[in-house]
């Protein structure tokens, strides 16, 4: 395991520059026993119960639940942003948190791409300079941030807009350019945090199928938390749901829909069933 | 449209040029009104003092605070004055911007810090500071570093709270982004806590250098001879109403030009901003 990863990773390294931008293979990401204890002041409060998940290199795994189930508590540990209270977690073989303090291992967390629920974009920077922070974070030089953000932002159907402001953009193209930088140092695993919940239902199937595509064509790891039922199935190969307060994993059912699916596949018949299926456990929690 | 041939296209339509500005009139409009009611009060001014017969101690007429200005005009010591306070206002403004601005960082960062220290500086402000006037030129002597002091201590607490203010409104979720990036702390000092607290730091600016002013002429008013505060007392011991009329106005004028530096520079420096369509309160 720990031999075929790093084979990978030297490929990728030695290639990288060659290849299209983006391509490249996911790691996998390893759950074990991952639960967090919040110290409140009235006595602790159990946001995730000591939890399991296995996700494999390119898979697309979705986390649904209703809120308050503790899905971005556990996104957010993966990202190295908290802490867990108890178990391990393993990005590509290495673990996440090391030393006694559990800090991020930061060649762990250069593998990973986040994308928030907002877009977080700094109102002061154009939309090529925001999607060129994380280099700018590694102290990469300008032509080069330029050359890889003017790629990223074509990636993501903005390539005319690199010298705009992000006032000037719609929400969905804002959550473009977040995801553009989310993908900009190359990672091999995407988290997103219900990226898409603030937008009309509209723009949400569109960004949904830019989303499956670019999976398709780079092959990262994607870890997508939300708590739309039909996003979920059109999305994930496998959906993880949680349950509510505290949170645990409920149920994981694969989802076996043939890709690139288009949203045509809603009106499917299994599709349906699906939905309907998730439902019944999702409303059985309250 | 671009190379992503598959990729949906944007279909969502553009907001716009930049959220809309709201509708405050055409940009000639301050032209003519800030003219129009200036003549009417002078206008009412005039009428006032004609109507009521006021004396000219108490209320002089419009056209002789007017020769007063100009007679005061002519003469180089209204200048050395005028450039006196300007200096003194500049420099104690300028003290001011980089402890406040530095202390406000400083304080914003360290929550406890501030717990500790924040009695002392609320003291430093709720002490009338007309009354350590006279402490002040004990110390400093009536020279300038008085009404420099006074300039500085005056102005220096709306740049420090401001900047605090800033550095607390950071939003967390920009806080994160540096976190998963894993940019160093001097990267997220330059690249996310400065741009971010700048539109407040520079509110504090520019209320600042309001009260830098004020500072350096009640100093003047009160010690020294030199200034357009110090001017203004010798007028007003010569009871002549008009001149210290006049030397008003030219205070008012220098302060003018000085906020209006200032707030320049503010829409020069943060034009992503949207406090940018227009200066506080020109």
Aim: charged share 20%; hydrophobic share 45%.
């Amino acid at each position: 395991m720990s031999t075929e990863s790093t084979t990978r990773e030297k490929a990728m390294t030695e290639t990288t520059d060659d290849l299209p931008p983006q391509a490249g293979s996911g790691e996998a990401i390893s759950v074990r026993g991952v639960g967090k204890t919040y110290a409140a002041g009235a006595g602790p409060v159990r946001a995730l119960m000591p939890t399991d998940l296995e996700v494999e290199p390119g898979e697309f795994v979705v986390l649904l639940g209703p809120s308050g189930c503790g899905k971005t508590t556990l996104l957010r540990m993966l990202a190295g942003l908290i802490s867990p209270t108890e178990g391990t977690i393993e990005i590509g073989g290495r673990p996440l948190f090391t030393g006694r303090d559990a800090t991020p291992a930061r060649d762990a967390l250069g593998s990973l791409g986040f994308v928030f629920q907002a877009p977080n974009l700094m109102p002061w920077r154009k939309v090529w300079r925001n999607i060129a922070l994380p280099l700018e974070a590694k102290g990469i030089g300008r032509a080069e941030r330029k050359r890889r953000a003017t790629e990223l932002a074509e990636l993501v159907g903005l390539g005319e807009f690199l010298d705009h402001y992000p006032k000037q953009l719609s929400g969905g193209m804002q959550q473009r350019v977040a995801i553009a930088r989310a993908l900009i140092h190359r990672p091999s695993i995407l988290l997103m945090d219900e990226p898409f919940g603030a937008l009309d239902a509209m723009t949400r199937d569109t960004m949904n199928l830019l989303l499956q595509k670019l999976w398709q064509d780079t092959g990262k790891t994607v870890v997508l938390v939300t708590h739309s039922i039909s996003e979920a199935v059109f999305l994930a190969d496998r959906v993880v749901l949680l349950s509510h307060r505290p949170g645990r994993v409920q149920d994981i059912l694969d989802v076996d829909f043939q890709r690139p699916r288009d949203l045509t596949v809603s009106a499917e018949p299994e599709f349906g069933d699906l939905v309907s299926h998730l439902r019944g456990q999702l409303g059985g929690q309250q | 449209m671009v190379s992503a041939t598959q990729a949906p296209s944007p279909t969502e339509p553009r907001v716009g040029p930049s959220p809309k500005k709201r509708d405050t009139g055409p940009r000639w409009l301050l032209w003519v009104t800030t003219p129009l009611i200036l003549a009417a009060l002078i206008g009412a001014w005039k009428l006032y003092t004609v109507v009521f017969d006021i004396g000219e101690l108490i209320l002089p007429p419009p056209e002789m605070v007017w020769t007063a200005l100009v007679d005061l005009l002519g003469q180089s010591m209204i200048y050395e004055a005028t450039y006196v306070t300007f200096y003194e206002t500049i420099v104690g403004f300028g003290i001011a911007v980089v402890v406040g601005v530095v202390l406000g960082i400083v304080l914003g960062k360290m929550r406890s810090v501030e717990r500790v220290l924040s009695p002392f500086l609320v003291a430093t402000q709720v002490v009338p500071k007309v009354a350590i006037v006279p402490l002040l030129l004990l110390w400093f002597g009536f020279g300038l570093s008085s009404k420099i002091f006074m300039a500085a201590i005056i102005s220096f607490f709306v740049m420090m709270q401001n900047t605090i203010l800033g550095i607390r409104s950071i939003e967390p979720g920009h806080r994160d982004l540096m976190r998963v990036i894993q940019a160093p702390w001097w990267k997220r000092v330059i690249s996310l806590d400065i741009p971010a607290a700048l539109p407040a730091v520079l509110t504090g600016i520019e209320l600042g250098i309001v009260f830098a002013i004020t500072g350096a002429i009640v100093g003047e008013y009160l010690g020294g001879d030199e200034g357009l505060g110090a001017l203004a007392t010798v007028m007003l011991a010569a009871l002549r109403t008009d001149q210290l009329f006049a030397v008003v106005i030219i205070m008012t004028v220098l302060g003018f030009l000085l906020y209006a530096i200032v707030a320049g520079i503010r829409r020069f420096a943060i034009p992503w901003h949207e406090s940018s369509g227009r200066a506080t309160s020109l």
